[in-house]
Protein backbone atom coordinates (compact mmCIF):
# COMPACT_ATOMS: atom_id res chain seq x y z
CA UNK A 1 0.00 0.00 0.00
CA UNK A 2 2.77 2.65 0.89
CA UNK A 3 4.17 2.07 -2.51
CA UNK A 4 0.69 2.98 -3.81
CA UNK A 5 0.57 5.99 -1.71
CA UNK A 6 3.97 7.08 -2.72
CA UNK A 7 3.32 6.60 -6.56
CA UNK A 8 -0.10 8.82 -5.97
CA UNK A 9 2.09 11.15 -4.36
CA UNK A 10 4.55 11.16 -7.36
CA UNK A 11 1.91 11.36 -9.39
CA UNK A 12 0.44 13.96 -8.04
CA UNK A 13 3.44 15.90 -7.77
CA UNK A 14 4.79 15.87 -11.18
CA UNK A 15 1.19 16.67 -12.67
CA UNK A 16 1.95 20.32 -10.56
CA UNK A 17 5.27 20.40 -12.03
CA UNK A 18 4.09 20.27 -15.93
CA UNK A 19 2.30 23.16 -15.34
CA UNK A 20 5.62 24.93 -14.82
CA UNK A 21 8.39 25.85 -17.02
CA UNK A 22 11.12 22.99 -16.02
CA UNK A 23 14.06 23.50 -18.29
CA UNK A 24 16.29 20.36 -16.53
CA UNK A 25 15.25 16.83 -16.48
CA UNK A 26 17.30 16.06 -12.92
CA UNK A 27 15.95 19.42 -11.53
CA UNK A 28 12.28 18.44 -12.06
CA UNK A 29 13.13 15.14 -10.35
CA UNK A 30 15.06 16.50 -7.22
CA UNK A 31 11.64 18.89 -7.28
CA UNK A 32 9.72 15.94 -6.96
CA UNK A 33 11.60 14.24 -4.13
CA UNK A 34 10.68 17.61 -2.12
CA UNK A 35 7.13 17.92 -2.39
CA UNK A 36 6.99 14.72 -1.77
CA UNK A 37 8.90 14.86 1.48
CA UNK A 38 6.63 18.13 2.21
CA UNK A 39 3.47 15.27 2.24
CA UNK A 40 5.63 13.76 5.42
CA UNK A 41 4.87 10.27 3.61
CA UNK A 42 5.69 9.07 7.39
CA UNK A 43 2.75 10.49 8.57
CA UNK A 44 0.52 9.07 6.17
CA UNK A 45 2.16 5.82 6.67
CA UNK A 46 1.57 6.25 10.37
CA UNK A 47 -2.49 7.45 9.98
CA UNK A 48 -3.68 5.63 6.70
CA UNK A 49 -1.43 2.85 5.87
CA UNK A 50 -2.11 -0.82 6.41
CA UNK A 51 -0.53 -1.27 9.74
CA UNK A 52 1.40 -4.06 8.96
CA UNK A 53 2.62 -2.45 5.37
CA UNK A 54 3.61 0.47 8.09
CA UNK A 55 5.45 -2.01 10.04
CA UNK A 56 7.06 -3.07 6.88
CA UNK A 57 7.49 0.56 5.48
CA UNK A 58 9.25 1.56 8.82
CA UNK A 59 11.47 -1.49 9.64
CA UNK A 60 13.42 -0.47 6.05
CA UNK A 61 13.84 2.41 6.94
CA UNK A 62 15.44 1.83 10.26
CA UNK A 63 17.46 -0.92 8.40
CA UNK A 64 18.94 2.02 6.05
CA UNK A 65 18.96 4.56 8.66
CA UNK A 66 19.51 2.67 12.36
CA UNK A 67 20.55 6.01 13.88
CA UNK A 68 17.51 7.60 13.32
CA UNK A 69 15.32 7.04 16.65
CA UNK A 70 12.19 8.75 15.10
CA UNK A 71 12.05 5.89 12.62
CA UNK A 72 12.08 3.76 15.37
CA UNK A 73 9.15 5.32 17.38
CA UNK A 74 7.10 5.34 14.14
CA UNK A 75 8.26 1.27 13.68
CA UNK A 76 7.10 0.67 17.43
CA UNK A 77 3.89 2.98 16.81
CA UNK A 78 3.01 0.66 13.22
CA UNK A 79 3.69 -2.41 15.44
CA UNK A 80 0.73 -1.29 18.74
CA UNK A 81 -1.28 -0.53 15.28
CA UNK A 82 -0.69 -3.54 14.00
CA UNK A 83 -1.46 -5.50 17.25
CA UNK A 84 2.04 -6.66 17.92
CA UNK A 85 2.72 -4.98 20.77
CA UNK A 86 5.15 -7.20 22.80
CA UNK A 87 7.58 -6.57 19.73
CA UNK A 88 7.00 -2.38 20.16
CA UNK A 89 7.78 -3.23 24.03
CA UNK A 90 10.93 -4.19 23.00
CA UNK A 91 12.00 -1.11 21.16
CA UNK A 92 10.37 1.15 23.77
CA UNK A 93 13.00 -0.59 25.60
CA UNK A 94 15.68 -0.11 23.71
CA UNK A 95 15.21 3.28 23.22
CA UNK A 96 14.57 3.59 27.52
CA UNK A 97 18.86 2.66 27.77
CA UNK A 98 19.81 5.40 25.37
CA UNK A 99 18.16 8.23 27.76
CA UNK A 100 15.62 9.62 25.21
CA UNK A 101 12.48 8.74 26.37
CA UNK A 102 10.00 11.89 26.48
CA UNK A 103 7.00 12.19 28.12
CA UNK A 104 5.11 10.86 24.98
CA UNK A 105 7.31 8.10 24.44
CA UNK A 106 6.62 6.59 27.61
CA UNK A 107 2.68 7.03 27.45
CA UNK A 108 3.10 5.34 24.37
CA UNK A 109 5.60 2.86 26.05
CA UNK A 110 2.70 2.46 28.52
CA UNK A 111 0.05 1.69 26.18
CA UNK A 112 2.54 -1.37 24.56
CA UNK A 113 3.06 -3.05 27.82
CA UNK A 114 -0.54 -2.53 28.37
CA UNK A 115 -1.53 -4.55 25.20
CA UNK A 116 1.14 -6.98 26.54
CA UNK A 117 -0.28 -7.52 29.54
CA UNK A 118 2.50 -5.74 31.62
CA UNK A 119 0.57 -3.71 34.14
CA UNK A 120 3.10 -3.00 36.47
CA UNK A 121 5.55 -2.12 33.74
CA UNK A 122 3.02 0.04 32.69
CA UNK A 123 1.85 1.63 35.79
CA UNK A 124 5.97 2.55 36.20
CA UNK A 125 6.02 4.66 33.24
CA UNK A 126 2.88 6.62 33.59
CA UNK A 127 4.12 7.27 37.47
CA UNK A 128 7.05 9.20 35.35
CA UNK A 129 5.37 10.74 33.63
CA UNK A 130 5.23 14.57 35.26
CA UNK A 131 1.23 15.71 35.44
CA UNK A 132 1.51 18.59 33.52
CA UNK A 133 1.54 16.54 30.42
CA UNK A 134 -1.75 16.04 30.23
CA UNK A 135 -3.04 14.51 26.94
CA UNK A 136 -6.64 12.13 26.41
CA UNK A 137 -4.00 9.41 25.83
CA UNK A 138 -2.24 9.59 29.30
CA UNK A 139 -5.25 9.79 31.22
CA UNK A 140 -7.43 6.67 29.04
CA UNK A 141 -4.31 4.91 30.03
CA UNK A 142 -4.24 6.44 33.58
CA UNK A 143 -7.99 5.43 34.10
CA UNK A 144 -7.54 1.53 32.85
CA UNK A 145 -4.44 0.95 34.80
CA UNK A 146 -6.17 2.11 37.94
CA UNK A 147 -9.25 -0.28 37.13
CA UNK A 148 -6.87 -3.13 36.98
CA UNK A 149 -6.22 -1.57 40.70
CA UNK A 150 -9.54 -1.23 41.26
CA UNK A 151 -8.90 2.01 42.68
CA UNK A 152 -12.37 3.18 41.69
CA UNK A 153 -11.88 6.74 42.47
CA UNK A 154 -8.90 7.30 40.58
CA UNK A 155 -10.47 5.64 37.84
CA UNK A 156 -13.60 7.66 37.74
CA UNK A 157 -11.59 10.41 37.92
CA UNK A 158 -8.97 9.57 34.77
CA UNK A 159 -11.90 8.44 33.00
CA UNK A 160 -13.72 11.84 33.46
CA UNK A 161 -10.72 13.82 32.76
CA UNK A 162 -10.37 11.78 29.19
CA UNK A 163 -13.54 12.04 28.32
CA UNK A 164 -13.06 15.93 28.46
CA UNK A 165 -10.37 15.74 26.13
CA UNK A 166 -11.35 14.28 23.37
CA UNK A 167 -14.14 15.31 20.27
CA UNK A 168 -14.60 11.32 20.31
CA UNK A 169 -15.64 9.97 23.54
CA UNK A 170 -17.46 6.78 22.08
CA UNK A 171 -14.81 4.60 22.98
CA UNK A 172 -13.60 5.62 26.63
CA UNK A 173 -17.64 5.87 27.43
CA UNK A 174 -17.80 2.43 26.61
CA UNK A 175 -14.62 1.33 28.83
CA UNK A 176 -15.76 3.48 32.01
CA UNK A 177 -19.36 2.23 31.25
CA UNK A 178 -17.67 -1.86 31.25
CA UNK A 179 -15.68 -0.54 34.55
CA UNK A 180 -18.84 0.02 36.45
CA UNK A 181 -20.52 -2.96 34.97
CA UNK A 182 -17.75 -5.09 36.63
CA UNK A 183 -18.10 -3.35 40.09
CA UNK A 184 -22.18 -3.95 39.89
CA UNK A 185 -23.20 -0.29 39.20
CA UNK A 186 -25.86 -1.32 37.03
CA UNK A 187 -26.94 1.78 36.68
CA UNK A 188 -23.91 3.70 36.22
CA UNK A 189 -23.11 1.66 33.49
CA UNK A 190 -26.07 1.97 32.41
CA UNK A 191 -26.01 5.94 31.81
CA UNK A 192 -22.61 5.84 30.33
CA UNK A 193 -23.47 3.40 28.01
CA UNK A 194 -26.31 5.68 26.47
CA UNK A 195 -23.62 8.11 26.09
CA UNK A 196 -21.74 6.35 24.41
CA UNK A 197 -23.87 5.24 21.98
CA UNK A 198 -25.50 9.09 21.69
CA UNK A 199 -21.60 9.97 20.39
CA UNK A 200 -21.32 6.94 18.37
CA UNK A 201 -24.50 5.23 17.46
CA UNK A 202 -22.68 2.84 15.05
CA UNK A 203 -20.72 1.37 18.28
CA UNK A 204 -21.79 -2.27 18.35
CA UNK A 205 -19.55 -3.30 21.83
CA UNK A 206 -21.84 -0.41 23.96
CA UNK A 207 -24.84 -1.75 22.48
CA UNK A 208 -23.86 -5.06 23.60
CA UNK A 209 -22.73 -3.91 26.60
CA UNK A 210 -25.89 -1.79 27.66
CA UNK A 211 -28.25 -5.09 26.93
CA UNK A 212 -25.61 -7.08 29.30
CA UNK A 213 -26.14 -4.45 32.05
CA UNK A 214 -29.87 -4.48 31.55
CA UNK A 215 -30.03 -7.92 31.33
CA UNK A 216 -28.24 -8.07 34.74
CA UNK A 217 -30.95 -6.57 36.69
CA UNK A 218 -33.17 -9.13 34.89
CA UNK A 219 -34.55 -5.86 31.93
CA UNK A 220 -34.26 -8.39 28.71
CA UNK A 221 -36.38 -5.71 26.31
CA UNK A 222 -33.96 -4.28 24.02
CA UNK A 223 -33.57 -0.36 24.80
CA UNK A 224 -35.21 2.26 22.59
CA UNK A 225 -31.74 2.58 20.76
CA UNK A 226 -30.20 3.34 17.01
CA UNK A 227 -29.87 -0.44 15.66
CA UNK A 228 -29.95 -2.47 12.32
CA UNK A 229 -32.43 -5.38 12.10
CA UNK A 230 -29.42 -7.47 12.53
CA UNK A 231 -27.98 -5.93 15.56
CA UNK A 232 -31.93 -6.25 16.99
CA UNK A 233 -31.33 -9.84 16.48
CA UNK A 234 -27.33 -10.44 17.65
CA UNK A 235 -28.81 -7.92 20.89
CA UNK A 236 -31.37 -9.99 21.20
CA UNK A 237 -29.44 -13.29 20.99
CA UNK A 238 -27.38 -11.60 23.92
CA UNK A 239 -30.37 -10.88 26.37
CA UNK A 240 -31.22 -14.89 25.45
CA UNK A 241 -27.66 -16.05 26.83
CA UNK A 242 -27.99 -13.77 29.66
CA UNK A 243 -31.11 -14.78 31.05
CA UNK A 244 -30.12 -18.26 30.93
CA UNK A 245 -27.04 -18.02 32.87
CA UNK A 246 -29.31 -16.17 35.15
CA UNK A 247 -31.25 -19.33 35.61
CA UNK A 248 -34.31 -17.45 33.44
CA UNK A 249 -34.45 -20.52 30.72
CA UNK A 250 -38.02 -19.81 30.00
CA UNK A 251 -37.35 -16.27 29.04
CA UNK A 252 -34.05 -17.76 27.50
CA UNK A 253 -36.03 -19.47 25.15
CA UNK A 254 -38.40 -17.05 23.85
CA UNK A 255 -35.50 -14.62 23.42
CA UNK A 256 -33.74 -17.05 21.54
CA UNK A 257 -37.04 -17.67 19.54
CA UNK A 258 -37.22 -14.04 18.66
CA UNK A 259 -33.58 -13.24 17.75
CA UNK A 260 -33.93 -16.60 15.23
CA UNK A 261 -37.11 -14.88 13.59
CA UNK A 262 -35.79 -11.28 13.43
CA UNK A 263 -32.79 -12.10 11.98
CA UNK A 264 -32.74 -11.45 8.08
CA UNK A 265 -30.60 -14.33 7.50
CA UNK A 266 -29.78 -17.81 8.95
CA UNK A 267 -28.82 -17.48 12.74
CA UNK A 268 -26.70 -20.32 13.36
CA UNK A 269 -25.44 -19.57 16.96
CA UNK A 270 -29.07 -18.73 17.85
CA UNK A 271 -29.96 -21.82 16.13
CA UNK A 272 -27.35 -23.86 18.16
CA UNK A 273 -28.22 -22.60 21.40
CA UNK A 274 -32.08 -23.12 21.48
CA UNK A 275 -31.50 -26.76 20.29
CA UNK A 276 -28.99 -26.94 23.14
CA UNK A 277 -31.39 -25.45 25.60
CA UNK A 278 -34.16 -27.90 24.09
CA UNK A 279 -32.34 -30.97 24.59
Known amino acids: MYKSILLSALLASAAFLSACDVPDKDDTQKKIVGVVDETN ?4 MLTVADPNQAVNYFRDAVTKDPSRNDLKRNLAT ?7 AHEAVEIYAAL ?22 KWPEARAQLNRVPPTF ?16 KKWKKADSFYKTAVGLTTKPANVLNNWGYSKLTR ?28 LSRASRKEYRLPVIPMTQIERAELTYTAA ?3 IKQGDKQAGRNLLEKAIELH ?3 FEEAIRSLKGLTG
Open 134 to 149: ETFQRYRLEAIVADSE
Open 96 to 117: EKTGILNDQDRVDYAEALIRSN
Open 264 to 266: PRH
Open 184 to 211: KDYKGAEALFLRSITSDSTLYTAKNNLV
Open 78 to 84: SLVRAKR
Open 41 to 44: LNDI
Open 241 to 243: LAA
